[in-house]
């Protein structure tokens, strides 16, 4: 639910297979300059969804003059939401996504590279967003849930990649 959020903003009614920036207009990237560097820029389009084999630099396509649509951003004006990478979400559509606390970790790992909080499990562990290779523009909508049950293991591929989020306490 949080990502939904992130993406629309409060109180904001939703639109049917929407993407992060708040309508269902997309355009696939095109026409790179400086593809990786700190300078990276798209010339058209709006979200990275079809067969790039590698992501593209988050906020590449904000400019001084974007709007909200042109640049792929959400309503916060969060980058790349929709498409680029997919987004490590706690899933409420499983079992253990349904008993994960939201307690703060410590910011250790274990000897695996994993967390070591109580309750949270790989197991509740689901994907949103779409991704760079997805082929399909609607695996990127708000509303898409194709791999947000997925679970059982964190995925450690170049299309998957999660956000540092902390509440405050």
């Given at each position: 639910?949080?990502?939904?959020?992130?993406?629309?903003?409060?109180?904001?009614?939703?639109?049917?297979?929407?993407?992060?920036?708040?309508?269902?207009?997309?355009?696939?990237?095109?026409?790179?300059?400086?593809?990786?560097?700190?300078?990276e820029t798209w010339f058209t389009?709006?979200?990275?969804?079809?067969?790039?084999?590698?992501?593209?630099?988050?906020?590449?396509?904000?400019?001084?003059?974007?709007?909200?649509?042109?640049?792929?951003?959400?309503?916060?004006?969060?980058?790349?939401?929709?498409?680029?990478?997919?987004?490590?979400?706690?899933?409420?559509?499983?079992?253990?996504?349904?008993?994960?606390?939201?307690?703060?970790?410590?910011?250790?790992?274990?000897?695996?590279?994993?967390?070591?909080?109580?309750?949270?499990?790989?197991?509740?562990?689901?994907?949103?967003?779409?991704?760079?290779?997805?082929?399909?523009?609607?695996?990127?909508?708000?509303?898409?849930?194709?791999?947000?049950?997925?679970?059982?293991?964190?995925?450690?591929?170049?299309?998957?990649?999660?956000?540092?989020?902390?509440?405050?306490?």
């Open positions: 639910m949080n990502l939904k959020k992130i993406c629309r903003g409060a109180n904001q009614t939703p639109v049917s297979n929407e993407f992060a920036w708040g309508n269902t207009t997309i355009l696939q990237i095109a026409s790179p300059s400086n593809q990786g560097m700190a300078d389009g709006n979200c990275n969804y079809l067969s790039l084999t590698i992501p593209m630099r988050c906020g590449a396509l904000a400019t001084y003059s974007s709007n909200r649509e042109q640049a792929g951003a959400t309503y916060y004006g969060v980058m790349e939401m929709s498409g680029n990478l997919h987004e490590a979400v706690i899933s409420a559509g499983n079992a253990p996504g349904r008993t994960y606390t939201g307690v703060h970790g410590d910011g250790n790992l274990d000897p695996n590279g994993l967390y070591n909080a109580l309750n949270w499990s790989t197991s509740a562990i689901g994907y949103r967003g779409g991704y760079l290779n997805s082929g399909y523009s609607l695996y990127s909508a708000v509303s898409d849930r194709i791999s947000s049950t997925s679970g059982g293991a964190i995925k450690n591929n170049y299309y998957s990649s999660g956000r540092g989020v902390r509440t405050a306490q």
